[in-house]
């Protein structure tokens, strides 16, 4: 049999966006009140601080109401002035590519470029500050997607608070699926979303913003204001006394008060470990197959995506069509430098589950027996089942 193109497929495992979870998706449907109404203002609120009690921040996170980009280049057009020396570190394509949003605004850009299956080492963060006292913003992204690999942001940003320069942080596909806060890295803008690891469709952005960089946006001039890429308009929207400077998205926000309360109620702690746990048991059986991860180490291997590279020969458009028609997957492909040398295997809110680790080896190495390469699949799912057994429980 076949699925068709048309066809819904069966399973998805995506590094985003992710099916969402079922009760999030009954939330979207709830009723879709009228912005100024009492009750809205006062849902809203609440909602602003479970997404404070998530990110265990000890100031208000903003909503923006566009999926995660938007959070991104606001964060860029908000906080960064002509006058400031940006070092962007880029070990991937999320990385580097906030580079040309931070050169929007500052001309001054430094950078700290790895191979794209590696991690930025916090020591040469370091060194280059030190050479340059002038950098004033420093800008990371976590995980990088496209390569499934995990940069050391706590460890970055304890070196950043340091030298005294501001932090941002693209945490979109990390945040909710491993241990990461802002105030953890001591971010001064830290964007997440809902539509990655907290199970819920593209459409916001979070912001975990420090009290000076509340400080730094309200005294540039040039800081995005009465616009969407205006980060300042929100600063107040969480509290009900407040008007909205424009209609949010209310039903989206509707989505996301059901994500946090599935995530706080399952406890972060118990999140993460299934998000860990799914991953592990995927890696263990992607080399128990006989094929290689993209990640150059194990310890930068992320969480919440498995990149698997493309044996050679094979082309990667293909492995992933045979996937989806003989057994109705969907794994993600690469993006930009990382596009047709690897596949990612989501493992993100609903399907950071283990046994979605075992399907997602199982369609692959039946995928590549489909396009003439010998995998070891029995082996692979052997080697998950065992990483799955021999898990403890959390707490
Ligand atoms: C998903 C994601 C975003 C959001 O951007 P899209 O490409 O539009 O989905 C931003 N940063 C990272 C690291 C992401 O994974």
Same mark, same amino acid.
């Given at each position: 049999m076949r699925y068709l193109d048309h066809e819904k497929p069966v399973i998805t495992l995506t590094s985003g966006p992710v099916n969402a979870y079922p009760e999030v998706l009954q939330a979207l449907g709830r009723t879709v009140l009228y912005d100024y109404d009492p009750a809205f203002q006062l849902f809203y609120e609440t909602v602003v601080l479970k997404a404070k009690k998530a990110m265990r921040s000890t100031t208000m996170p903003v909503i923006l109401h566009g999926e995660p980009v938007l959070g991104l280049e606001a964060a860029a057009a908000s906080l960064i002035t002509p006058d400031d020396t940006v070092l962007n570190l880029a070990s991937g394509v999320y990385g580097k590519g906030f580079g040309f949003w931070a050169q929007r605004y500052s001309p001054k850009l430094l950078e700290i470029e790895t191979a794209y299956n590696e991690a930025i080492d916090p020591q040469a963060v370091r060194d280059m500050l030190a050479r340059h006292p002038e950098v004033s913003v420093v800008s990371v992204c976590h995980h990088d997607t496209p390569s499934g690999t995990i940069n050391p942001i706590d460890e970055i940003g304890a070196v950043v608070a340091e030298h005294g320069a501001y932090l941002i942080v693209d945490a979109v596909s990390s945040f909710a699926g491993m241990k990461t806060h802002p105030e953890d890295c001591r971010a001064d803008i830290y964007v997440t979303g809902p539509n990655k690891c907290l199970g819920a469709p593209p459409g916001l952005t979070m912001m975990g913003v420090s009290a000076r960089a509340w400080e730094k946006m309200k005294a540039n001039p040039a800081a995005p204001r009465a616009s969407m890429l205006s980060i300042l308009d929100w600063e107040n929207a969480w509290s009900r006394a407040e008007p909205f400077p424009f209609t949010p998205s209310v039903a989206e926000m509707n989505g996301l008060d059901m994500a946090l309360d599935l995530y706080l109620a399952e406890g972060p702690e118990a999140v993460w470990a299934r998000h860990d746990l799914t991953a592990r048991a995927t890696r263990a059986g992607i080399r128990a197959m006989g094929l290689g991860l993209w990640a150059a180490r194990e310890e930068i291997a992320s969480p919440t995506t498995t990149?698997?590279?493309?044996?050679? #020969?094979?082309?990667?458009?293909? +492995?992933? /069509?045979?996937?989806?028609?003989?057994?109705?997957?969907?794994?993600?492909?690469?993006? #930009?430098?990382?596009?047709?040398? +690897?596949? /990612?295997?989501?493992?993100?809110g609903p399907t950071a589950q283990p046994i979605y680790a075992l399907a997602a080896l199982a369609a692959l190495g039946g995928a590549l027996e489909a396009v003439g390469v010998k995998a070891d699949t029995a082996t692979g799912v052997a080697a998950a089942i065992a990483e799955i057994n021999a898990d403890e429980p959390v707490g």
């Open positions: 990149a698997v590279r493309t044996p050679p #020969g094979i082309d990667e458009a293909v +492995l992933r /069509r045979e996937v989806r028609s003989r057994y109705g997957v969907v794994f993600s492909s690469g993006r #930009g430098e990382t596009l047709g040398k +690897l596949t /990612r295997i989501g493992h993100m």
